[in-house]
């Protein structure tokens, strides 16, 4: 399956195109899927960051080209470079320049290149941008609801829904890179985030906000239903984006492994629930109540009379 299709294919639930839309609204969702989900430069200079960290310019030079020219310097000439890369991505030369210089300078930290050099030892096997796609059974909250979505007889009344408290589902995910040891009967799960800070509490919240540790939990099912029988761990490579461009790994512990494998849960309910019923419901239908973010000083923005300022 090639990436358009892989991104364009209504039938798979992926993290991006799913969970995270799923996680704003069914209205979000449905936005979502009417625009599509195409490949963009964003993605593809990540991609090439990801590809030069992890294997070097082999992997790189397997994956993209550099092109001297752009779509501005002419279609017949940017459609002579599309030829000669053959399918790979294309990068121009200030975007391949910008994703050398960041990896390169990741890779200078021994505690980054050594933890990656042993994953590409005799005993492990490690592939990049590992495409994942897998059969998950999720056990229903309304069984009700989802049984237009498991089948009804074409153009009969739709009969009263059977004992079902469970659906199959097709995952997909494109883990950075994916190692095993296969000896050992163990694997890690690798994903590679530009960060703007390596401090543990603003690092924390933002893998939480952007829902990473829901996405892990995702590729750590796609792995598990692949794999079952290896040990998977789910590591997080945060660099900085900027200069120094320092670098950390971070393990995801059990206890946000479930709390992931909570959230996703409901997510995935929501949207095999959501494409059953069609439902287009925003964030919320009522008026809600504000709940404010705790202050800690709240007594320093008062006046003399105790009257807000």
């Known amino acids: 399956m090639s990436r358009p299709e892989w991104y364009a294919d209504p039938g798979l639930v992926g993290f991006s195109d799913d969970l995270k839309t799923m996680h704003e609204s069914g209205l979000a969702y449905y936005d979502h899927k009417a625009r599509g989900s195409a490949d963009t430069n964003s993605r593809k200079q990540l991609r090439a960051v990801h590809a030069l960290i992890l294997e070097g310019g082999a992997a790189f030079r397997a994956g993209f080209c550099v092109s001297p020219v752009t779509r501005r310097n002419g279609t017949a000439a940017y459609e002579a470079v599309k030829v000669a890369a053959a399918g790979r991505d294309i990068l121009s030369k200030s975007e391949f320049d910008s994703a050398a210089a960041t990896a390169s300078a990741v890779r200078s930290h021994s505690w980054i290149a050594d933890r990656l050099d042993a994953w590409r030892s005799d005993a492990w096997r490690m592939r990049v941008e590992q495409p994942l796609r897998w059969h998950e059974r999720v056990e229903l909250t309304d069984p009700p609801a989802v049984w237009p979505l498991l089948g009804t007889p074409a153009g009969g009344p739709v009969p009263d829904p059977p004992d079902i408290e469970t659906a199959v589902i097709d995952g997909k995910g494109i883990a950075d890179a994916v190692a095993i040891n296969r000896d050992a009967g163990e694997g890690v799960v690798i994903d590679c985030k530009g960060v703007p800070t390596l401090v543990d509490r603003p690092l924390f919240s933002h893998l939480e906000k952007l829902l990473y540790h829901v996405q892990a939990a995702h590729y750590l099912a796609g792995a598990r239903a692949l794999a079952p029988w ?12 900027r200069p120094p461009y320092d670098a950390r790994w971070i393990e995801l512990s059990a206890d946000d492994l479930q709390y992931g494998t909570d959230v996703r849960l409901h997510l995935l ?10 439902s287009r419901l925003g964030r919320s239908i009522e008026i809600t109540e504000s709940r404010l973010p705790a202050w800690e000083a709240r007594d320093d923005t008062t006046n003399q009379e105790g009257a807000w300022i």
């Open 230 to 241: 290896v040990r998977w761990r789910f590591l997080w490579l945060c660099y900085q984006t």
């Open 269 to 278: 309910r929501r949207v095999i629930e959501t494409r059953a019923t069609g």
